[in-house]
C-alpha cells in the first residue's frame, strides 16, 4: 500500500511503497508544475567491480558499470529508447557514478508512455556483440574527453593518494584498454547480478497520479524479490594516505590543487546524513566564504572564487575533500591546518555556528525546487537506508561539538595527502 | 499561465514580475545593457566582482556573507552573460521563501535591499572603488581569461567565435582581453561604473510568492539612490548580409590534448531579415540541437565518430555553430558529415519523426525552462532583449505549427564561414 508522509515545514510530502519486488518506489507530488521527472536507479556503479555471482567470485574490468548504462538503451526489435524518448520531446539521459547507476527524463507529454518505456529498457537487457563494439568507438570518445579535464584529473589523482587499492581510485568509465576487454556477456552478467528490483529505486516528481505509476511498476518489472550479488571492495585501508603528493602537468592556464583527508568508511542509515551534515558545517565553518580564513587567503591571493571543498560518501568509503587554483598549495593547507588546530583548541564562533545552521537550512530548501535533486537525493537516501525529507530536522540536531570533534579527529596533518596538475612547461 | 507584470518603474528600469507559488525559493536579478566594447568590456566582466567584495555597511566579503547566511543562506551571485552584442552584467539572487521561514524574515526585501546597496553604495576609500578590491579582481579576472584553456571545448568555440567575427563587436569575448584587463586602474573603473549607474538600461527580474507592488516597492526602495542621468537605448546587434562569394576559412591548432575539438561557424543570412523564432528553434533541433537531430542519429550513433556533434544557434547574431570532439585523425570526415548532413535538410530530406521529434524538443524545453526560477529569469531577459511581444507559451505553440519546408528554408541561408580546429601536438614517430 502507498503512504503518504507529509512534512509541514518544508511544504513538500511523498508517497512511498517498497513493492513486492523489492522496489522502492517514491512519488512526490508539484501541482503546478508542467514537466515531470522519472528518475530509475540502481544500486551498482564504477567501484562495483568485485562480486559473486552466486557461482563464484568474479573480477570485472574498470568501466563495465558505465559501459552497460550507454548499453540499455537498445531495445530489441525497435529503435533505441533514448530515440524514442527524444522523438516524444522528452529530455532523457543516464549516468554512473561510483555507486550507482541512474536512468532518468523529464517530459511535458507522455508521461505515463515515457515511464513505461523506462522501466521496460532498464529492466530487459539485450546486447549483441556488434552493437558492443560500436558503443566502443563512442565510449573511448567520452574517456577521452574526460582524460583532458584538467579538474577530473587532480581528482584522481588524489584518491590514488588516498587509497592503494581501493576500487574509488578508478575512473568510473574505465580506460580506453580497460574498455576493451568488455563484451555482451560481460555485460549480461552484471545485469543479472545488481539490476534486479530489490537493488533499484524509482522516483516520480510532478504532477502524476501515485497510484497509477504503482501499476505500472507493477505490471511492467520483474515480480520475483532477489538479492543482489555480494560485492567486495577490498579490506578497509589505513587511515593514513598511501602516498602524500601526486602531481601530473597538463595544458591548464594556472596550477590547480585538490587536498584531500580520508574519513572512515561510509555510513549507514540516519547517521550517514548526520555525519554529511556535521563534515559540511565543519568545512563551511574552517574554510567556508563566510570564514575568516577563507577571506585572508581570499585577500592574500592564494585562493580565488574557484576554492571549494566538499565530503564524499560512497561504496563504503568517505573522505574530504578541498581545492581550487592557487600558486602555493602547500601554504594553502598549511593555513587550514592552522585554523583547524585553532577551532578545536578555542571553539567554534557561537552566531557563525547558528549562521551557517540557518544558511544549510535555506540550502536544503532550494535542493526543493530542483526535480534533478530530489530524485538523486531520495535515491541516495533510500540506498543508504535514511529519510531524505527529515534533513532541515538533521541539520538542527548537529552541535559545535559534533562539528568541533569532526575537526579534531580528521583535520590531522599527517592525514592529508595534495594532489596537483601544473602548467606544462616550454 | 503565469501572472505576469511589467512595467518600467524609473528612467531606462524595467520590472518584470512572476507571481507564482510553485517555487520554494524567490529569485531576483538586476542587470545592466552594455554595448559590447573593446575598451570596456573587460571593466564591465570584472565590476559585479569587485562589487560584491563589500558595501559600504558590509565593507568586507565576511560581513556580507554573515548577512547573506542570516537571510538562510540567500544568494547574491555576479552575473555575467552575452546576448548577441549586449555585455550583460549584474546580479543574481535567489533566497527561501518567506512562508517557509520561521517568523516573518522579509528576506525579499533584505535581498533586494542587498542587492541594491552592492551596485549602487560600494565599499570605497576617497570617494573611488576600494584599490585592494580592484587589484585582486583584475588579477582574478586575468587568471579567468586565461583558464579559458582548461576547458577544451569551451576554449575552441571561443577561439572559432573570435577568428570568425574578427572586426565586429561578437568576437569580442565577455571577460574583454589580457591586454586591457592589464590597463585597468582604480581611476578608469570608478569613473566607467559611475557612467554605467547613469546611463545604462536596466533590467529587474523578479519570480516567486510576492505580489507585485510590494517588488515594485522593495525595488524602488532599493535603487532610489540610482543617479540616472540620459540613459542609453538597447544597444542593437548588427546583422550583415551573407557574402555569397567569400571562401570559408579553415583554421588548425596546436595543443598537448588527446580528442580533437571541431567547431565550425555558419552565418544564417537572409533567414534573419525577419527572423521566425519558433522556426529557427526548430531548425537547430531538426540538425543539431535535440538527440533526434541529424547530427547525433549520423555523426555519433551511426558513425561513431565522437562521443558529441550538436548545434547551436544565436538568434540574436544570426550564427549557428556546430561542435563536436573527435579523434585527430577523423578531422576530413567529420566535417564532410557534419556539412552533408546540413545539405539534407536544405535538401528537405527531413522525416516526419526529425521534424516531429524536434518540435517536440523545442516545446518541452520552453516549457521545462518555465518550471524553473532561472530558466525563467532567462526567458524574459533574451524577450526582453529581442523585443519579443509573444510570452514563451506561445512561442512553444507556434513551434509546434513549423513545416519542413520553413525548416529548409532556414538552412538553405546558412552558409559555412570559419572552421577551427584543436588538434594533438606533432609528435616524433
Known amino acids: 500500500m502507498l503512504k503518504l508522509s507529509e512534512y509541514g515545514r518544508i511544504g513538500e510530502c511523498v508517497w512511498h511503497e517498497v513493492l513486492p519486488n523489492g522496489l522502492k518506489l517514491f512519488v512526490v507530488p508539484k501541482p503546478g508544475y508542467k514537466k515531470s521527472m522519472a528518475f530509475f536507479a540502481v544500486n551498482y556503479g564504477g567501484a562495483d567491480r568485485r562480486f559473486d555471482t552466486g557461482e563464484g567470485w568474479v573480477d570485472t574490468p574498470a568501466g563495465v558499470a558505465h559501459f552497460l548504462e550507454h548499453k540499455m538503451f537498445d531495445v530489441e526489435g525497435a529503435?533505441?529508447?533514448?530515440?524514442?524518448?527524444?522523438?516524444?520531446?522528452?529530455?532523457?539521459?543516464?549516468?554512473?557514478?561510483?555507486?550507482?547507476?541512474?536512468?532518468?527524463?523529464?517530459?511535458?507529454?507522455?508521461?505515463?508512455?515515457?515511464?513505461?518505456?523506462?522501466?521496460?529498457?532498464v529492466s530487459t537487457p539485450y546486447f549483441t556483440q556488434e552493437s558492443v563494439e560500436k558503443e566502443r568507438g563512442i565510449i573511448a570518445q567520452e574517456i577521452k574527453m574526460v582524460e583532458d579535464d584538467p579538474d577530473t584529473a587532480v581528482y584522481y589523482g588524489l584518491l590514488r593518494c588516498?587509497?592503494?587499492?581501493?576500487?574509488?581510485?578508478?575512473?568510473?568509465?574505465?580506460?580506453?584498454?580497460?574498455?576493451?576487454?568488455?563484451?555482451?556477456?560481460?555485460?549480461?552478467?552484471?545485469?543479472?547480478?545488481?539490476?534486479?528490483?530489490?537493488?533499484?529505486?524509482?522516483?516520480?516528481?510532478?504532477?502524476?497520479?501515485?497510484?497509477?505509476?504503482?501499476?505500472?511498476?507493477?505490471?511492467?518489472?520483474?515480480?520475483?524479490?532477489?538479492?543482489?550479488?555480494?560485492?567486495?571492495?577490498?579490506?578497509?585501508?589505513?587511515?593514513?594516505?598511501?602516498?602524500?603528493?601526486?602531481?601530473?602537468?597538463?595544458?591548464?592556464?594556472?596550477?590547480?590543487?585538490?587536498?584531500?583527508?580520508?574519513?572512515?568508511?561510509?555510513?549507514?542509515?540516519q547517521d550517514s546524513l548526520k555525519f554529511q551534515y556535521t563534515a559540511s558545517l565543519a568545512l563551511s565553518i574552517l574554510m567556508g566564504s563566510s570564514s575568516p580564513l577563507y577571506n585572508n587567503l581570499y585577500s592574500q591571493g592564494l585562493i580565488n572564487d574557484t576554492f571549494g571543498f566538499d565530503i564524499e560518501s560512497t561504496a563504503g568509503v568517505s573522505y574530504l575533500t578541498f581545492g581550487g587554483e592557487s600558486r602555493n598549495p602547500e601554504q594553502v593547507c598549511l593555513r587550514v591546518?592552522?585554523?583547524?588546530?585553532?577551532?578545536?583548541?578555542?571553539?567554534?564562533?557561537?552566531?557563525?555556528?547558528?549562521?551557517?545552521?540557518?544558511?544549510?537550512?535555506?540550502?536544503?530548501?532550494?535542493?526543493?525546487?530542483?526535480?534533478?535533486?530530489?530524485?538523486?537525493?531520495i535515491a541516495v537516501a533510500a540506498f543508504d537506508g535514511y529519510d531524505y525529507f527529515k534533513s532541515s530536522e538533521i541539520i538542527e540536531s548537529v552541535t559545535s561539538e559534533d562539528v568541533r570533534g569532526f575537526l579534531a579527529k580528521y583535520m590531522r596533518p599527517e592525514l592529508l595527502a595534495i594532489s596537483s596538475v601544473n602548467e606544462i612547461e616550454r | 499561465m503565469q501572472e505576469v507584470y511589467n512595467k518600467e518603474i524609473m528612467p531606462g528600469v524595467e520590472l518584470t514580475c512572476i507571481h507564482t507559488l510553485k517555487f520554494k525559493t524567490g529569485c531576483l536579478s538586476m542587470t545592466l545593457l552594455v554595448e559590447l566594447d573593446k575598451k570596456t568590456a573587460s571593466m564591465n566582466a570584472m565590476l559585479p566582482d569587485v562589487l560584491r567584495r563589500g558595501t559600504a555597511r558590509f565593507p568586507n566579503m565576511e560581513s556580507l556573507a554573515a548577512e547573506l547566511d542570516d537571510m538562510y543562506g540567500a544568494r547574491i551571485v555576479p552575473a555575467l552573460?552575452?546576448?548577441?552584442?549586449?555585455?550583460?552584467?549584474?546580479?543574481?539572487?535567489?533566497?527561501?521563501?518567506?512562508?517557509?521561514?520561521?517568523?516573518?524574515?522579509?528576506?525579499?526585501?533584505?535581498?533586494?535591499?542587498?542587492?541594491?546597496?552592492?551596485?549602487?553604495?560600494?565599499?570605497?576609500?576617497?570617494?573611488?572603488?576600494?584599490?585592494?578590491?580592484?587589484?585582486?579582481?583584475?588579477?582574478?579576472?586575468?587568471?579567468?581569461?586565461?583558464?579559458?584553456?582548461?576547458?577544451?571545448?569551451?576554449?575552441?568555440?571561443?577561439?572559432?567565435?573570435?577568428?570568425?567575427?574578427?572586426?565586429?563587436?561578437?568576437g569580442i569575448n565577455t571577460m574583454g582581453s589580457l591586454q586591457e584587463a592589464e590597463k585597468i586602474t582604480v581611476h578608469s573603473l570608478t569613473k566607467h561604473y559611475k557612467e554605467l549607474l547613469a546611463t545604462s538600461p536596466m533590467r529587474v527580474f523578479y519570480c516567486g510568492a510576492a505580489k507585485h507592488d510590494y517588488v515594485e516597492r522593495v525595488v524602488r526602495e532599493a535603487l532610489s539612490g540610482l543617479p540616472r542621468a540620459a540613459v542609453r537605448p538597447v544597444p542593437e546587434t548588427h546583422v550583415p548580409d551573407s557574402d555569397s562569394t567569400a571562401?570559408?576559412?579553415?583554421?588548425?591548432?596546436?595543443?598537448?590534448?588527446?580528442?580533437?575539438?571541431?567547431?565550425?561557424?555558419?552565418?544564417?543570412?537572409?533567414?534573419?531579415?525577419?527572423?521566425?523564432?519558433?522556426?529557427?528553434?526548430?531548425?537547430?533541433?531538426?540538425?543539431?540541437?535535440?538527440?533526434?537531430?541529424?547530427?547525433?542519429?549520423?555523426?555519433?550513433?551511426?558513425?561513431?565518430?565522437?562521443y558529441y556533434a550538436s548545434s547551436s544557434v544565436d538568434r540574436l547574431k544570426g550564427a549557428m555553430f556546430v561542435s563536436s570532439g573527435i579523434e585527430f585523425s577523423k578531422y576530413q570526415e567529420a566535417m564532410d558529415e557534419i556539412e552533408r548532413q546540413l545539405e539534407a535538410v536544405k535538401n528537405g530530406?527531413?522525416?516526419?519523426?526529425?521534424?516531429?521529434?524536434?518540435?517536440?524538443?523545442?516545446?518541452?524545453?520552453?516549457?521545462?525552462?518555465?518550471?524553473?526560477?532561472?530558466?525563467?529569469?532567462?526567458?524574459?531577459?533574451?524577450k526582453s532583449i529581442l523585443g519579443l511581444s509573444i510570452e514563451p507559451e506561445d512561442l512553444a505553440a507556434m513551434a509546434a505549427l513549423v513545416t519542413a519546408e520553413q525548416v529548409s528554408g532556414i538552412a538553405s541561408h546558412a552558409k559555412l564561414d570559419t572552421v577551427y580546429f584543436l588538434t594533438g601536438e606533432e609528435r616524433d614517430a
Open chain 1, 162 to 269: 588516498l587509497y592503494r587499492e581501493d576500487p574509488v581510485r578508478d575512473p568510473v568509465a574505465g580506460t580506453v584498454e580497460s574498455i576493451q576487454d568488455i563484451d555482451s556477456q560481460v555485460l549480461y552478467m552484471c545485469h543479472r547480478a545488481f539490476y534486479t528490483p530489490s537493488n533499484m529505486v524509482l522516483v516520480v516528481v510532478g504532477d502524476q497520479d501515485p497510484a497509477r505509476v504503482r501499476e505500472t511498476a507493477v505490471e511492467v518489472l520483474p515480480d520475483y524479490n532477489a538479492p543482489a550479488a555480494e560485492r567486495d571492495y577490498g579490506a578497509p585501508e589505513k587511515e593514513a594516505p598511501e602516498n602524500l603528493h601526486a602531481s601530473s602537468n597538463m595544458e591548464v592556464s594556472a596550477p590547480i590543487f585538490m587536498a584531500g583527508i580520508k574519513t572512515g568508511e561510509s555510513r549507514k542509515g
Open chain 2, 81 to 170: 552573460r552575452k546576448k548577441g552584442e549586449i555585455q550583460c552584467l549584474g546580479f543574481y539572487a535567489d533566497f527561501p521563501d518567506d512562508a517557509f521561514l520561521p517568523g516573518r524574515e522579509k528576506v525579499l526585501e533584505r535581498t533586494a535591499g542587498l542587492m541594491g546597496e552592492m551596485l549602487l553604495s560600494p565599499a570605497t576609500s576617497g570617494g573611488r572603488l576600494r584599490p585592494e578590491y580592484v587589484d585582486t579582481e583584475r588579477e582574478n579576472l586575468i587568471s579567468d581569461i586565461k583558464a579559458e584553456i582548461n576547458d577544451k571545448r569551451v576554449y575552441a568555440s571561443r577561439r572559432l567565435v573570435e577568428l570568425m567575427f574578427k572586426g565586429e563587436r561578437y
Open chain 2, 247 to 306: 571562401q570559408a576559412r579553415y583554421v588548425t591548432e596546436r595543443m598537448d590534448v588527446g580528442q580533437g575539438k571541431l567547431v565550425m561557424g555558419y552565418r544564417l543570412g537572409e533567414a534573419m531579415r525577419r527572423p521566425d523564432h519558433a522556426a529557427l528553434m526548430v531548425f537547430n533541433a531538426v540538425y543539431g540541437g535535440a538527440v533526434t537531430s541529424k547530427l547525433f542519429a549520423n555523426v555519433r550513433e551511426r558513425l561513431s565518430l565522437c
Open chain 1, 79 to 121: 529503435e533505441n529508447a533514448m530515440m524514442t524518448l527524444s522523438g516524444r520531446g522528452a529530455s532523457a539521459n543516464a549516468f554512473t557514478s561510483t555507486d550507482m547507476t541512474a536512468y532518468h527524463f523529464e517530459s511535458t507529454d507522455m508521461f505515463s508512455e515515457n515511464l513505461e518505456l523506462l522501466l521496460k529498457f
Open chain 2, 349 to 382: 530530406e527531413i522525416s516526419k519523426s526529425e521534424l516531429e521529434g524536434a518540435k517536440k524538443a523545442v516545446v518541452n524545453a520552453l516549457y521545462s525552462a518555465l518550471d524553473e526560477p532561472g530558466g525563467l529569469e532567462s526567458l524574459y531577459l533574451d
Open chain 1, 337 to 377: 591546518l592552522d585554523e583547524a588546530e585553532r577551532l578545536i583548541t578555542t571553539g567554534l564562533d557561537p552566531d557563525l555556528f547558528i549562521r551557517r545552521k540557518k544558511a544549510f537550512y535555506g540550502r536544503e530548501l532550494r535542493g526543493f525546487n530542483s526535480f534533478d535533486s530530489v530524485c538523486y537525493n
